[in-house]
């Protein structure tokens, strides 16, 4: 069967289809419309006046950010991919503000965790010891429109969705194939910044298409596996719902790695005195589970 076949703008030539205030200006107008807008409304609301330097710049964006319709014009998918990055604050905002009072203990020492804004994202941690469990990268636009005392809440539901299109292969940047891979201290592909770490193992994902790597903790992408979610939902506590700091068995030195060849690593999970240890294999798929 032949591969399926994808056509692409070549990133340099995208670049520079945007870059222009004219079009970034069709595209503002277009994804504030309700409808497909004729010429001259776009025109006018993009506030060029001359109609062939505008027809210009238009025809730049259609065929590629723009679908042009008996209606009018309006953003193809790839506009509105456009349009949402912008929207999102990933390239246009940064995050500022005071940390934000958690009512959950520190894992490690017992101390009151709080939330604190980086200019990237946001850290749950702890405001004693050094102790971070969670370092989100998340887009200012994300948190706009909710209050402070939502930002908790915030920050574990978009970090679950992130972990999610990760489990499932696509990057969340470009939409790429992730690759997966478990590693040990020793493994060639660890990354230098955990040298020196005292670790069972941890899962690595690389984009087939862009940049982009993530790094974790096995323990923070297992919440979501239907086994334990069910063994969860058998208990009364929906994952979904639940932040994943407030799940009292999940901690960072959790994962045991039993065997090396072939990988297995086993997670213990206790909900009310009821222990059910689930096994994984490399690529993080469920292999059994034992009860205690």
């Known amino acids: 069967m032949d591969d399926v076949i994808v056509k692409r703008l070549p990133r340099e030539e995208a670049f520079e289809v945007l870059a222009h205030e004219t079009r970034l200006g069709v595209l503002d107008a277009l994804n504030e419309a309700d409808e497909p807008l004729p010429f001259e409304e776009l025109r006018t609301r993009v506030g060029v006046d001359d109609p062939g330097q505008f027809n210009y710049h238009l025809g730049k964006l259609v065929g590629h950010f ?33 940390p934000i009072p958690m009512d959950t203990a520190c894992m490690n020492c017992g101390a009151p965790m709080e939330a604190r804004f980086r200019d990237a994202g946001i850290t749950i941690g702890c405001t004693d010891c050094t102790m971070d469990f969670m370092n989100a990268n998340v887009p200012a ?37 992730i690759e ?66 407030e799940l009292d068995w999940l901690h960072p030195g959790i994962t045991t790695l039993t065997s090396e060849d072939p990988i297995r690593l086993e997670i213990p999970v206790t909900l009310d005195s009821e222990t059910r240890t689930f096994v994984f294999d490399a690529d993080l798929d469920f292999v059994t589970t034992r009860e205690k």
């Open 66 to 98: 723009v679908e042009k319709g008996d209606d009018g014009y309006e953003l193809s998918e790839a506009g509105l991919r456009v349009v949402g990055a912008v929207l999102s604050g990933g390239y246009t905002s940064t995050l500022d503000a005071e």
């Open 141 to 177: 636009g994300a948190l706009e429109g909710w209050s402070r005392e939502d930002v908790p809440s915030v920050v574990d539901r978009w970090m679950k969705r992130y972990l999610a299109a990760l489990d499932h292969g696509f990057c969340d940047f470009c939409d790429g194939r």
């Open 180 to 245: 997966r891979n478990v590693y040990t201290p020793d493994d060639e592909i660890a990354p230098e910044w955990v040298q020196g770490n005292r670790f069972e193992a941890r899962v690595i994902f690389s984009c087939h298409r862009c940049t982009h790597q993530a790094d974790s903790m096995i323990p923070y992408l297992i919440p979501i596996h239907p086994a334990i979610d069910s063994f969860h939902f058998e208990h009364g506590i929906n994952v979904r719902e639940t932040p994943m700091w």
